[in-house]
């Protein structure tokens, strides 16, 4: 990995020391200039026909992220957003009175309410996986309520948006697989970061943003529907005109692709951007990413947990990079504004994005830095050394 080269590809980056990429990371300058250009060329000959004669590079974006998932690039679907992504999933779902969703209690906070309002207006019954007491999944209760009564669906998140935990999706999907019950993960903040193998994860659905660890442009997202999905009738409640085809008065054709949980009207210009930023991902390798990564997150975790008075809240047997923490007798708006002060980037976490967890430790905020391989070791070290100083 040519770090200096990365560096050069954030030509603004100036003093800051950006730790934000779980929120909104900063994008390699050639992704902002494919969104320029685009935007300059739909100026020059409209929307319609600039469609047209960039079809090659739009199409791209299918074959990129297949890439990057290991799947065809038939099982991709763009989305507005990994929100929009999930809702499309979860709709084509056609839940009933009783039916059983199973989560995780680390499940991100959108995930939660979604599944809340299914079961306020669908009597959908919402069962959530214990944690052990090192955070991880118990597995155990699980199979426990597996065997009370099969669900509809399990959804589970990758990684939560307030923690670095790292939920063992793979181990789930397995065990989803062999029992022919749907899989839905919430990939919004490990694709990009780790390496996602679709294959290895079994799901049926996989949802994720472009905007955090992918580093692409807001309003952007994807959706990895499996084959099985793609073999049945199975598409979002409201289809439009771009995922099927109106053959007769009261029927419709959808399309035999992950496209039919698309919409006709996108921003090809964020579209081709978001394509941009999976190549640049791609041809660095996303091994090789996740290996820098872990690389960053060990030497900030050690560091922070060396500061008198820090306290560094992650917990789980595998960590990503996001690390939570709080200094003991510094206000949060003390310590946003020393950070500010110093140019550091970061994110608070509050207790409604993590109701369950954040009740468990204690906390209703912490900070949350979330450093990705663009960053530097010592940047690791001087956002320490700030954090002392306060």
């Known amino acids: 990995?040519?770090?200096?080269?990365?560096?050069?590809?954030?030509?603004?980056?100036?003093?800051?020391?950006?730790?934000?990429?779980?929120?909104?990371?900063?994008?390699?300058?050639?992704?902002?200039?494919?969104?320029?250009?685009?935007?300059?060329?739909?100026?020059?000959?409209?929307?319609?026909?600039?469609?047209?004669?960039?079809?090659?590079?739009?199409?791209?974006?299918?074959?990129?992220?297949?890439?990057?998932?290991?799947?065809?690039?038939?099982?991709?679907?763009?989305?507005?957003?990994?929100?929009?992504?999930?809702?499309?999933?979860?709709?084509?779902?056609?839940?009933?009175?009783?039916?059983?969703?199973?989560?995780?209690?680390?499940?991100?906070?959108?995930?939660?309410?979604?599944?809340?309002?299914?079961?306020?207006?669908?009597?959908?019954?919402?069962?959530?996986?214990?944690?052990?007491?090192?955070?991880?999944?118990?597995?155990?209760?699980?199979q426990k309520l597996l065997s009370e009564e099969t669900p509809v669906l399990v959804a589970i998140t990758h990684i939560p948006t307030n923690s670095g935990l790292v939920q063992d999706v793979a181990a789930i999907g397995e065990i989803c697989h062999q029992q022919g019950i749907l899989y839905l993960v919430d990939a919004c903040q490990s694709v990009g970061q780790i390496v996602v193998d679709v294959q290895k994860l079994k799901c049926d659905f996989l949802s994720a943003t472009g905007r955090k660890f992918l580093r692409g442009p807001r309003g952007t997202g994807l959706l990895y529907v499996s084959d099985r999905v793609l073999q049945s009738t199975m598409a979002p409640l409201l289809i439009d005109g771009w995922g099927a085809k109106w053959t007769a008065l009261y029927e419709f054709s959808m399309k035999p692709s992950a496209k039919r949980f698309e919409t006709w009207e996108r921003s090809y210009a964020l579209m081709v951007g978001l394509t941009e930023a999976i190549r640049y991902a791609n041809d660095i390798g996303i091994d090789l990413i996740e290996e820098r990564n872990i690389e960053l997150q060990n030497r900030l975790r050690h560091n922070l947990s060396s500061i008198a008075g820090v306290k560094v809240y992650d917990k789980g047997s595998r960590l990503g990079n996001l690390i939570t923490f709080k200094k003991e007798g510094i206000s949060l708006e003390n310590l946003k504004t020393h950070l500010d002060d110093h140019e550091v980037y970061y994110s608070v976490s509050t207790l409604e994005w993590g109701l369950i967890d954040f009740k468990e430790k204690g906390v209703e905020w912490v900070i949350r830095f979330s450093p990705h391989y663009f960053n530097t070791l010592e940047e690791m070290d001087k956002v320490a050394s700030i954090l002392a100083a306060v």
């Open 1 to 142: 990995m040519n770090i200096e080269k990365i560096r050069q590809d954030l030509p603004y980056y100036g003093n800051k020391i950006f730790l934000n990429s779980a929120g909104s990371s900063l994008s390699p300058h050639t992704v902002t200039k494919r969104v320029q250009a685009y935007l300059h060329q739909e100026e020059l000959f409209g929307g319609y026909k600039l469609e047209d004669i960039q079809a090659k590079q739009i199409a791209a974006f299918y074959e990129q992220t297949a890439t990057l998932l290991n799947c065809n690039s038939k099982n991709i679907a763009f989305a507005h957003d990994a929100t929009d992504a999930y809702i499309k999933a979860l709709s084509a779902i056609p839940f009933k009175n009783g039916d059983v969703i199973i989560t995780s209690s680390n499940d991100y906070a959108s995930n939660q309410i979604q599944f809340i309002s299914l079961q306020q207006r669908h009597g959908v019954v919402v069962k959530r996986i214990a944690s052990l007491s090192n955070g991880d999944i118990d597995m155990v209760h699980f």
